[in-house]
């Protein structure tokens, strides 16, 4: 059996090198004081308040969240300035919401006539003002209205109700990870940040000032966050960055934080061995081919000739040619095609310093409702 560094670590289990996180958080943050925008990190991407507070440190002017839950518990972990970049319609929760902002500052999106209705009434019964983005689809074709007559006017109606406060408008343009390629996601990002601009241009023509025009996902980031007159960006991904980045051009390998450590448990056969990382370990995020890249359910580190081709719930296959000399025993890392998914499956990451295991940090918002 290989003797290896993290044999202390029961497996399955999330490794984050504190030096990539450092460095991408670094980076993230020069970079929007590069573009003179605001950063606000999309939380879901770690689910860790201890993390959020080094992003803050680093120049975050706040978070985002996409849960309620998530937001409470960081909230609960010190955390100001929350941004809720989801819909919330649901009396209960906005009640919910409505507490959270005793505390902390909080804004939250809308995209519905009702939604708008809903926020207001809310904040009306408990004579608070809240701040309302306006959601844009920018063409991932999830939540946000399109950028044309009826976002003026919802905006109009968000201005109009008294218990709100226009807080301007946001996009997420989750389709650039679906991107043939690079030249496409930066032709994505620029168009995010156009469409958006030009939006609040034409709001202000209307008389409706938009204080925040925020935009961004790691894979368009470094293009929408330059265009004028954008405010604030909002990526997640980029404190781990995965495998998805990497096929896409926006992160190496040596940029991703984040691996799962799995043992070898079975050499069944000449041709593959088993670990004990399945899908409830590692998601069924299934892998893009860039090239000859690597295929699969992530790449496994250090042995480019190996391939996560399945996932059963408790085990991974891994196939490999029979001169391969991965035995039972041994310890791996595979870097996962989509590491917020990874997140939400861990209760903890083991932070790993100087190639040694440092500390164990508990993943406070994980199966956020
Ligand atoms: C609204 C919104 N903003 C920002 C992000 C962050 O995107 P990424 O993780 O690609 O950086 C997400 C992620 O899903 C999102 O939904």
Redesign the pocket.
């Known amino acids: 059996m290989t003797k290896n560094k993290f044999e202390t670590i029961d497996t399955p289990a999330p490794l984050v090198r504190e030096a990539i996180l450092v460095r991408n958080i670094t980076d993230m943050a020069g970079f929007a004081q590069q573009a003179g925008v605001d950063l606000r990190?999309?939380v879901?991407?770690h689910k860790i308040p201890r993390l959020a507070r080094i992003q803050v440190n680093q120049g975050a002017v706040g978070i985002?969240v996409?849960k309620l839950d998530e937001a409470e518990t960081m909230a609960e972990g010190g955390l100001k300035d929350i941004f809720v970049?989801?819909p919330i319609t649901e009396p209960k929760k906005i009640k919910r919401l409505l507490k959270l902002s005793d505390r902390t500052g909080v804004s939250v999106?809308a995209d519905s006539r009702e939604g708008v209705e809903a926020l207001a009434r809310g904040a009306s019964e408990k004579g608070k003002n809240l701040k309302v983005l306006l959601?844009i689809d920018c063409g991932f074709n999830?939540?946000g209205l399109p950028s044309d007559e009826s976002a003026v006017k919802l905006a109009r109606q968000i201005c109009e109700e008294e218990a709100l406060e226009f807080g301007g408008i946001?996009?997420?343009?989750?389709h650039?990870?679906r991107a043939e390629g690079p030249e496409i996601v930066q032709e994505i990002g620029l168009d995010e940040g156009r469409l958006m601009v030009d939006l609040a241009a034409r709001l202000k023509q209307e008389g409706l000032e938009c204080p925040r025009v925020?935009v961004?996902?790691?894979?368009?980031?470094k293009m929408a966050g330059m265009v004028k007159g954008v405010t604030e960006i909002?990526?997640?991904?980029?404190i781990f960055n995965d495998m998805a980045?990497v096929a896409l051009g926006v992160a190496m390998e040596e940029d991703c934080a984040l691996t799962v450590l799995t043992r070898v448990v079975s050499r069944p056969a000449e041709d593959r061995c088993i670990v004990d990382a399945g899908s409830k370990t590692m998601s069924l995020a299934k892998g893009r081919q860039s090239g000859t890249m690597y295929a699969g359910f992530g790449k496994v580190k250090g042995h480019p000739e190996v391939v996560v081709s399945r996932l059963e719930e408790e085990h991974g296959v891994l196939s490999l040619p029979p001169e391969s000399d991965l035995r039972v025993g041994d310890l791996i890392e595979i870097v996962p095609n989509n590491a917020?998914l990874v997140i939400n499956l861990a209760p903890s990451v083991h932070i790993i310093r100087n190639e040694e295991p440092w500390e164990e940090w508990k993943v406070s918002a994980r199966g956020s409702k």
Do not use: F, I, Q, R
Not at 216 to 221: L, P, Q, R
């Open positions: 990190p999309h879901k991407a985002t996409s970049a989801s999106v959601a999830l939540c946001m996009t997420h343009a989750g650039s990870y925020s961004g996902s790691t894979a368009t980031v909002c990526p997640g991904n980029y980045g917020g």
